[in-house]
């Protein structure tokens, strides 16, 4: 897969790329993921990236130019061109698997007051939010998604089925677990999980996921 990020800000994207799966997953070969400074597609003197909105009000908006010029040198006839915006789609373990399909995935990261919005009408596919609040910039958020997708690349974990039974991928929240020692402080691991019964640590696992997503996340189960 490849992937290619649009931001004003890229060395946010410095350390999630250079630690642990992510690093691994590059190193590999299993993606490729470039990151642009959208300075780099201006062509005046001061790298302008932003302007004034039309009929006033507070804040700056990034200009159209810049965006475009980007995404047009970059774009190839199966990309998906996704933006970064607090009023799009919430980005769930559903869509991180469907970005995970895509061969190449370009990510407009905003900033300021956000984006011009003929770069929503002309260019973009899909609009993500990762959560209803606002953040300075879209280069964290875009960070998240990343990872959230790459992780889902096959043989990027450690085992073809690493992230099956994560929360959401089975719709529901994955239950309690526990590693050694088998009593720590006082508090010991269930009987079951010392079992050696495959079958009951399944059944025993099953019922934990849908009492915790009972608990925590009831929404989950309408
Ligand atoms: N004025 C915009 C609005 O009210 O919708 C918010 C702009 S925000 C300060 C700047 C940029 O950060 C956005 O263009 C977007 O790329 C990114 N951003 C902020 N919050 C986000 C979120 N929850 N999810 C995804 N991107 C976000």
Redesign the pocket.
């Known amino acids: 897969m490849d992937i290619d990020v649009l931001t004003l800000f890229p060395r946010i994207f410095e350390g999630p790329l250079e630690e642990s799966i992510l690093k691994r997953a590059q190193e590999s070969g299993r993606v490729q993921v470039r990151v642009h400074n959208l300075r780099d597609y201006t062509h005046d003197k001061h790298r302008v990236v932003d302007d004034r909105p039309y009929g006033g009000g507070p ?1 700056m908006l ?1 200009k159209p130019e810049p965006i475009f010029e980007a995404v047009e040198k970059l774009q190839r006839n199966d990309s998906c061109v996704v ?6 789609a919430p ?1 769930t373990q559903a869509r991180a698997q469907a970005f995970a399909k895509k061969p190449h995935v370009i990510i ?8 011009d919005e003929r770069v929503r009408q002309a260019l973009v596919h899909e609009e ?15 960070a998240v998604v990343v990872d959230a997708v790459v992780r889902l690349l096959p043989g990027v974990l450690g085992h073809e089925d690493g992230a099956a039974d994560d929360s959401f991928a089975t719709g529901l929240l994955e239950g309690p677990q526990y590693t050694r020692p088998p009593e720590f402080r006082g508090m010991r691991v269930p009987e079951v999980l010392l079992s050696g019964d495959h079958g009951a640590v399944a059944r025993w696992r099953a019922e934990q996921a849908e009492s915790r997503t009972k608990q925590r996340r009831p929404d989950l189960l309408k």
């Open positions: 804040g990034m933006l970064m915006t607090p009023q799009g980005f407009i990261c905003g900033h300021y007051e956000g984006v993500v939010s990762i959560g209803d609040y606002v953040l300075t910039n879209g280069a964290l958020a875009a």
